[in-house]
């Protein structure tokens, strides 16, 4: 397999396919107004304000804003890999990469909504970016998604630490690792690829 660059990877995606950039944009909309209004008052009750978490609540906004960020790098990696898959077992492995993706879309959903019920204002920008190495065989592809998944779930560990008496915040979380896990097994249960090269 050739080698390309993330940079020029993520250009094309960008090119060909620019609907994708807009999933996030099109998930946030249909929650907008009183629809969101809504679904945050379900998720954050009366008798569990802001003041429920263990720490304040702007600690709990950045630890969401960077929860966003990692969803959103591993929901562009995931798409941008399912593109670069060569070889016999392409449809098995692009189509595997593309379920993650859209379960990661999912979870940037939940963790907008709960931004949104704790007050975080507008959405917070985004990096476009995928990881600055050279995908040389889908062996390599997966070692990366999985230091990904696995970043994720020890970030989203820290937020138990503190979902303090917030049920919901913690039952999501929980929810959220319990699917990256997931990822994890699926991912490691293509190793190894026969004739990947």
Known sequence: MSKTSPSSLLSRLASESPETMQQLVTVLDN???QQLQQLTDQMLPE???QDSFSVPVEHVL???EHSLQLEYESLLTYQAMAGL???LWRDVVADEFLEHAEEEA?????FTLWYAALGGGSMPQLQTKVPAI????????IEVLIGQEQGAIDHYRKGLDFAGEVIGF????EDIIAKEQEHINDLKAILPVPGDV
Do not use: N, P, W
């Open 134 to 141: 050279q995908y040389t065989s889908i062996s390599d592809m």
């Open 31 to 33: 929650h907008a107004g």
């Open 62 to 64: 950045q630890f969401l």
């Open 170 to 173: 913690k039952v999501d979380l």
């Open 85 to 87: 898959v060569r070889g």
């Open 106 to 110: 999912e979870h940037i959903k939940q």
């Open 47 to 49: 008798d569990h304000t």
